[in-house]
Structure formats: structure tokens, C-alpha cells
């Protein structure tokens, strides 16, 4: 059953569609939307993921926060709607008695906004993030050279529009040059931002991590360049982190058959943390 439940968040009246089955198992999935977008995501992504995880008996709630799609209030930044995820927790877990925790699953800058988030909830039993946003100058630059440029040089269509005289070169080589002197600079990320939420959030999160990561997909090769390169990242790839990549994938895993992979994966990634096996993935 798919109904729709509205719930409060700093006086505003927000809109979720909570997907229920008939005895489900006692773990649960939020999924939290990346902006700037609504509940049913981009080519009906979250609608699907949510019906995929009813199959294997898990409920799940998909909601607008504060300022997005059918929800009331100002739209928030995705590092700042942690006030709006813990009211989306309160209302699945009292949607039904036998939900006792719940699994966070966000694409893009809601991953981000989970990872700031999960730590200050014991409710939170784990994550499935997909191609979080992690984005400075340093990384920016670093990924471009290595995952843009260079591939541009591999490429035999680039030197046959070279020779054919359709790129414009001096532009080209101006653009690369700043991309070279950012991946080089020093990265001074300021204690309060977004990064470095992220960072603490990783680190106090004891919960097992499901990452998955597109293989075309800049975002996807930025968090991977800063996280796997950077010491204090390394706590989130222990022994409970597993990592999917999905090599042909875009960032939004725009085909049906890379949804179906995430799904298959989402699901039976949420169905191990569960005390009660009750259905077959």
C-alpha cells in the first residue's frame, strides 16, 4: 500500500508517500532527496526504489523537506535539513509498531546531508549513499585533470577535432592550467563547513555504510579522490563500509538496468541488518 502522510517540521506541514507492507521486516528506509528535486526523483528513481524494497517486505517513506515539491516553508540547503530528516524518522517509525530502526538512503547531496545527520541518531542503524557531494577546489582540480583531461588526450576524437581545427586551443589550455594550480593548492577547509561536517559525521557513525558509485560520473571521482586520498577519511572505509561500482552508470543511474543493480543491491543491503528474514530478495 502507498499512501500519503504529512508531518511537521519547525511549524511547517511537510508531505511524504509512506510505502507499507503487511507484516514488514523491523529495519526501514528513509530516502532523503538531493536538490534540487522532489519525492519521486529524477525518471521516477525513488518511486521505484521504494516499490523494490516493498518486494523484499521493507517499508519505506520518501518525503519533500521544507521548501521542495508539495512541502510547506523555505527551501533549505542540504546541509541543513537535519531538523526535517529526524521529523521524516519520528513519522516511519511511528507508522508502524513493528519498526524499530531505520536505514538512510540518499544520491548525491542528500548522502551528504545523511552523513552530517546519522550519527546524532541511535535510530540509525545504517547508510546507502550514492555518489555523495563532496566538492572543493582541491578536488575539483584533481579530478579534473585526472578523470576529464587526461581522458581527453586518450581520446582519438579529440585529436580529430584538434586537427580539424574545432577546439579552440589557448581556451582549452587556459582552462586546464587553472584546473592543475587548484588540484595543487593547499586544502584549508573551514571547521564549519559542509566538508568537514561530513568528515566528523563519518568518523562518530558506527553503523555499516553502503557506497555506491558511478563509474560516469565527476561527482562519484571526487568523493573518491578526497576520501580514499585524505588520512582523515579513512575511518568510513573499515570493515563494515561496502563499496558497488557500477562502471557504466551515470550520476543519476538514468537507465533501467543500473536502477535495477542499486535496487538489488539497496535490498539486500537492508534486508541483512533485519532480526526477521521474512521475505526472499
Not at 534540487?36 to 521516477?44: E, M
Not at 523555505?74 to 521529523?87: P, T
Not at 594550480?181 to 571547521?191: G, H, V
Request: glycine share 6%; net charge neutral; aromatic share 8%.
Amino acid at each position: 500500500m502507498e499512501r500519503a502522510i504529512t508531518f511537521t517540521c519547525q511549524n511547517n506541514e511537510l508531505l511524504g508517500i509512506l510505502h507499507e507492507v503487511d507484516m514488514p521486516l523491523d529495519t526501514a528506509v528513509l530516502i532523503v532527496v538531493g536538490g534540487p528535486q522532489y519525492r519521486v526523483g529524477s525518471h521516477r528513481q525513488f518511486v521505484q526504489m521504494s516499490r523494490a524494497l516493498a518486494k523484499s517486505g521493507v517499508n519505506s517513506l520518501r518525503f519533500d523537506y521544507r521548501g521542495m515539491g508539495d512541502s510547506m516553508g523555505v527551501k533549505q540547503d542540504f546541509e541543513n535539513i537535519s531538523h526535517d530528516i529526524e521529523m521524516a524518522v519520528d513519522a516511519l517509525i511511528e507508522s508502524n509498531k513493528n519498526i524499530t530502526q531505520v536505514v538512510i538512503w540518499g544520491l548525491c547531496d542528500a548522502a551528504s546531508a545523511a552523513m552530517i545527520y546519522a550519527h546524532n541518531d541511535i535510530r540509525i542503524r545504517a547508510l546507502v549513499m550514492l555518489n555523495p557531494w563532496l566538492r572543493d577546489t582541491q578536488s575539483t582540480g584533481k579530478t579534473m585533470v585526472k578523470h576529464y583531461y587526461l581522458q581527453r588526450l586518450l581520446s582519438a576524437d579529440f585529436w580529430r577535432k584538434l586537427f580539424s581545427g574545432n577546439v579552440n586551443v589557448s581556451s582549452s589550455i587556459g582552462e586546464a592550467k587553472g584546473f592543475v594550480k587548484d588540484s595543487m593548492a593547499e586544502n584549508n577547509t573551514d571547521t564549519g563547513s559542509y566538508q568537514s561536517q561530513m568528515e566528523q559525521g563519518a568518523n562518530a557513525f558506527s553503523g555499516p555504510i553502503c557506497l555506491i558509485l558511478s563509474g560516469v560520473d565527476l561527482t562519484a571521482k571526487e568523493f573518491e579522490q578526497k576520501a580514499m586520498d585524505q588520512e582523515k577519511w579513512q575511518s568510513m572505509f573499515r570493515k563494515n563500509t561496502s563499496i558497488h561500482r557500477i562502471a557504466a552508470a551515470d550520476h543519476t543511474f538514468s537507465s533501467s538496468q543500473y536502477k535495477r543493480q542499486v535496487e538489488a543491491i539497496t535490498c539486500e543491503f537492508v534486508c541483512s541488518l533485519s532480526d526477521r528474514k521474512l521475505y526472499q530478495i
